[in-house]
């Protein structure tokens, strides 16, 4: 029975905390993610990646409702229990945050359809761990005024590379 404070997402069968967040069939748009034994305290020593593969053209949406890391300074980049979003499958994607510390209500917002987020934990006094949500945002629907700027922000490029979109996307 799934209890409160379940991720709802796949989680990858061999790994500890991975989870897999597909947008395909009848899996739900939006939903909920959390570091492992939230509320409680998470455990150290553990790496857990939530990936993300939203369907082509939408994007993926992260709100961090609530982070409780291990305290320190302001500057996350020696910290030892940190969270990582990329912007895009791996870690070579771009990072498009760090967090650290404790914060509420931070939102994420990928540029294409995948997303990964990297917790790590490695500090000896372990904190609460993090709850979020996560929502597939479809494309926005593209109207006369959309066109219209699109084809004064490309005027000037090569008008092949434009047409088969401009055509695709007006009503």
Known sequence: MPGIFDTDGVHVPGTECDF????????PTHGR?????????????VRCS?????RPKERVK???????????????????DIIKVF????TNS???AMLCNELT??????TGPALLIQFTANSATPGQGFAATFLFQPP????????DRLLKLSFGKAFESLGPEVSATSK
């Open 140 to 147: 926005p629907d593209s109207t006369a005024a959309d066109s």
């Open 50 to 54: 939530y990936h993300f593969h939203a």
């Open 20 to 27: 897999q967040f597909s947008r395909s069939g009848s899996r």
């Open 94 to 96: 771009p990072a498009i």
């Open 105 to 110: 209500g931070y939102e994420v917002l990928s």
């Open 87 to 90: 912007d895009g499958r791996d």
């Open 33 to 45: 993610l959390y570091s492992p034994r939230y509320p409680s305290i998470y455990p150290n020593n």
């Open 62 to 80: 992260i709100v961090f409702e609530e982070v409780a890391l291990q305290k320190g300074d302001i500057s996350c980049l020696r910290r030892a």
